[in-house]
């Protein structure tokens, strides 16, 4: 069983930064790959980014490639996701996730753990 608990949302300027946690409780922590997911109201729940296991591993979604880094420790049980050059349509409830394996990193129905989210507000 592994508890997700996302911090570090808030509200921005265009163009700011901000970085979010996700801490775990889980002691092996280090089995699951995790990702970042968002849903902005009206809108489905997307994919965002995800890091393997040991952190050497990472993909994102197109419109955050250059902008935003997933990274972890595991010695802190603790992924983060750092946003920079924040746009009003990165506006939305972040998630965090965790699953074991990469295979269709993209589809949240991949993953068994969810976080209750943080939201992240973009103003122009």
């Known amino acids: 069983q592994v508890q997700l608990v996302e911090s570090g949302g808030g509200l921005v300027q265009a163009g700011d930064s901000l970085r979010l946690s996700c801490a775990a409780s889980?002691?092996?922590?280090?089995?699951?790959?995790v990702g970042w997911f968002r849903q902005a109201p009206g809108k489905e729940r997307e994919f965002v980014a995800v890091?393997?296991?040991?952190?050497?591993?990472?993909y994102y979604t197109d419109s955050v490639k250059g902008r935003f880094t997933i990274s972890r420790d595991n010695a802190k049980n603790t992924v983060y996701l750092q946003m920079n050059s924040l746009k009003p349509e990165d506006t939305a409830v972040y998630y965090c996730?965790?699953?074991?394996?990469?295979?269709?990193?993209?589809?949240?129905?991949?993953?068994?753990?969810w976080g209750q989210g943080t939201q992240v507000t973009v103003s122009s």
């Open positions: 890091i393997g296991r040991s952190g050497d591993i990472t």
């Open positions: 889980a002691l092996t922590f280090s089995r699951y790959a």
């Open positions: 996730a965790a699953r074991t394996g990469l295979s269709y990193y993209s589809s949240r129905a991949t993953y068994g753990y």
